[in-house]
């Protein structure tokens, strides 16, 4: 069983919405200080979105996305999600949900311990 799945992506126009969904085994949410969203456009780097931590639920967020994406947890569910508002041409990417056995700074890379499959989310007109 896959550590963490992600659901949700899609085709949107501007200014448009998606949930984006990231399930995880149980042992992979229990042993996690923090889960993240990564995204990866076509000829760009990944990079990282946004972060919640299980346990306080403290969030970080790229200045990208600040004021239109909410990232929030389940701890019943072993779940994270990323509602992700007003989107944008500029959003288009793959996005990857992460799980860090790291408390902080676990929007680095370097950090993730597990990563999910990725959901395409596509913004276009």
């Known amino acids: 069983q896959a550590p963490l799945v992600e659901s949700g992506g899609g085709s949107v126009q501007p200014g448009g919405s998606l949930r984006l969904s990231c399930t995880a085994t149980?042992?992979?949410?229990?042993?996690?200080?923090?889960l993240a969203w990564f995204r990866q456009a076509p000829g760009k780097e990944r990079e990282p979105v946004a972060t919640?931590?299980?346990?306080?639920?403290?969030?970080y967020y790229a200045d990208s996305v600040k004021g239109r994406f909410t990232v929030s947890r389940d701890n019943a569910q072993n779940a994270v999600y990323l509602q992700m508002d007003s989107l944008s041409p500029e959003d288009t990417a793959v996005y990857y949900c992460?799980?860090?056995?790291?408390?902080?700074?676990?929007?680095?890379?370097?950090?993730?311990?597990?990563w999910g499959q990725g959901t395409q989310v596509t913004v276009s007109s």
């Open positions: 992460a799980s860090s056995p790291f408390g902080t700074n676990c929007h680095q890379s370097a950090r993730v311990r597990y």
């Open positions: 149980a042992d992979t949410y229990r042993r996690a200080r923090c």
């Open positions: 919640v931590t299980p346990g306080d639920g403290s969030t």
